[in-house]
């Protein structure tokens, strides 16, 4: 799939424009587009599979968890701002370290804020709680409206899209790949609604010793 594709991509962008009118251009964008929207969803399959397989190897060392969500937050926090949410980060003044795959626990963190926070409507709070019971837990909560909350139990299956902005040109399969990246270390991810809270996602990873 991908090599036939990104011959496809390549010789899109040799195409010359200049010769066209107007509604064939507009066509073109359009196939530029979705080839785009296809190598994303290969990619994403792919990524899914590899969390997936029991054999794909994971590094083990030690990961500062409190710092990976800090930095995703603060790098949003300019959109949360123009968005008028109110952030709340709870994160200890002091390390709190999983063992895992730093590049693969990133891709969780940042899937989170990006999805609890994409949804959010007037406050976001994210949490890191302290090692407890050889466990660490990230709550990531937002005040997302009751049409959203209800389907909440469907949110980890992939390609599920929870409104239809997303079945356009997303794939639904980031949440399933965070969950399955989770599982591959040995820890959680689940989500709850309440009427007061909205969606809460909860994060747990287990402190492993060295």
Do not use: W
């Not at 969390?51 to 959109?79: I, K, Q, T």
């Not at 909560?141 to 997303?166: G, H, I, K, M, Q």
């Amino acid at each position: 799939l991908r090599t036939p594709l990104t011959a496809i991509v390549g010789y899109l962008a040799l195409l010359d424009e200049e010769g066209m009118d107007a509604d064939t251009r507009a066509s073109l964008a359009t196939v530029r587009r979705k080839a785009d929207a296809l190598q994303r969803l290969i990619a994403q399959f792919y990524e899914l599979s590899q969390a997936r397989n029991e054999d794909a190897p994971l590094a083990c060392e030690p990961v500062e968890a409190g710092r990976l969500v800090r930095e995703s937050v603060a790098g949003r926090y300019r959109l949360f701002e123009e968005r008028g949410l109110e952030v709340r980060l709870r994160v200890p003044d002091r390390p709190v370290r999983v063992r895992g795959d730093e590049g693969a626990l990133e891709r969780v963190v940042e899937n989170l804020v990006h999805n609890a926070g994409k949804y959010a409507r007037s406050t976001f709070d994210v949490e890191v709680g302290e090692a407890l019971g050889g466990c660490v837990t990230a709550t990531f909560a937002n005040d997302v409206d009751a049409a959203f909350s209800c389907e909440v139990e469907r949110l980890f299956e992939p390609f599920y899209t929870a409104d239809a902005a997303r079945s356009g040109e997303r794939s639904g399969l980031g949440l399933a790949i965070a969950h399955a990246i989770a599982e591959e270390h040995g820890g959680n991810l689940a989500a709850a609604s309440d009427d007061e809270r909205g969606t809460t996602f909860t994060l747990t990873l287990p402190t492993l010793p060295a």
